[in-house]
């Protein structure tokens, strides 16, 4: 069985290949004052927010394959990081693709179904089908402008490739971008990764706050102005920012960014035990050197 490892430097490790759970901001606040928690998705800590009120609103679901932080208000994904490795790349093409609220955060009742269709998701997509928590058939949707934020392929070989259909790993992104340079960095990114060692990525997307605070959330104005990606190797980082609006015949490597832009754009820590930097190796096997 496909397993993930993790670093013997952390101080508690969650053994992700049999573990799955959800921690809700009240037990983040208590883990930061008594216990430090290390998650091999993120790279030790995960990533942080700015502000106490965001941070105290948000969930993290931890994954197999992935560990995302939900958004307080919607519900969707402000970052997912997961861990690149050889053994797990596959051909994703025959891999059913299935969108299914992630069974950690099930809907529970009629509240959380007013917000879901507030959200862009018709009652046909929400109700219950063959699976267990009332996942939806892609077809049904406008599955064009939907991505994942941790790739299929990335993990086709895993047993755990089901959860990448979470829509707690999908995204809001144009089809120009989502088969053009963000399709061409996950290809470069498990090239990589097949000759090489493993790599971490924490991505998300990135908003414009230029509604008054009294706006109602809807999928209107859920739709993301940009998309950051950075990956971590031994030697360092590099990071990326894709706006909504680039061209699909655009090279990712045109698209370079500082850390310090995407935290402060996300107000994120993305790496709350560190302070990386950037990496001219990485980069150069990136091919944008």
């Not at 009120?53 to 932080?69: D, K, T």
């Not at 009652?123 to 699976?131: D, K, T, V």
């Not at 939806?136 to 990448?164: C, D, H, I, Q």
Request: aromatic share 8%; net charge negative.
């Amino acid at each position: 069985m496909w397993s993930i490892t993790t670093n013997k430097l952390y101080k508690a490790v969650l053994l992700l290949g049999s573990v799955c759970m959800l921690l809700s901001s009240p037990v983040l606040h208590a883990q930061n004052i008594a216990q430090k928690i290390s998650i091999a998705h993120c790279q030790g800590a995960c990533p942080g927010y700015s502000s106490s009120l965001s941070a105290m609103r948000a969930n993290v679901v931890v994954h197999n394959l992935y560990a995302a932080g939900l958004n307080g208000d919607t519900g969707l994904a402000d970052w997912v990081a997961y861990q690149l490795t050889k053994e797990a790349i596959g051909v994703a093409s025959l891999l059913p693709r299935f969108w299914q609220p992630d069974g950690l955060v099930r809907l529970s009742g009629i509240g959380e179904l007013a917000e879901a269709e507030a959200l862009g998701f018709s009652l046909a997509e929400i109700s219950s089908s063959g699976n267990p928590y009332g996942g939806f058939n892609e077809p049904l949707g406008n599955v064009k402008e939907r991505a994942r934020l941790a790739p299929m392929t990335s993990f086709a070989k895993t047993p755990y490739w089901r959860e990448l259909n979470n829509l707690s790993n999908m995204v809001s992104m144009p089809t120009p971008l989502r088969r053009g340079p963000w399709l061409q960095l996950e290809q470069t990114l498990n090239q990589i990764v097949s000759e090489e060692n493993s790599l971490g990525v924490i991505s998300g997307p990135l908003f414009l706050i230029n509604q008054p605070l009294s706006t109602t959330i809807n999928s209107a104005n859920l739709n993301p102005a940009a998309y950051f990606k950075v990956i971590v190797a031994d030697s360092g980082i590099a990071a990326f920012v894709f706006s909504q609006d680039v061209s699909q015949a655009d090279r990712f490597c045109e698209h370079q960014a500082d850390l310090e832009q995407i935290e402060l754009m996300s107000s994120l820590d993305l790496f709350p035990e560190g302070n990386p930097v950037l990496s001219a190796q990485l980069l150069s096997e990136l091919g944008c050197s």
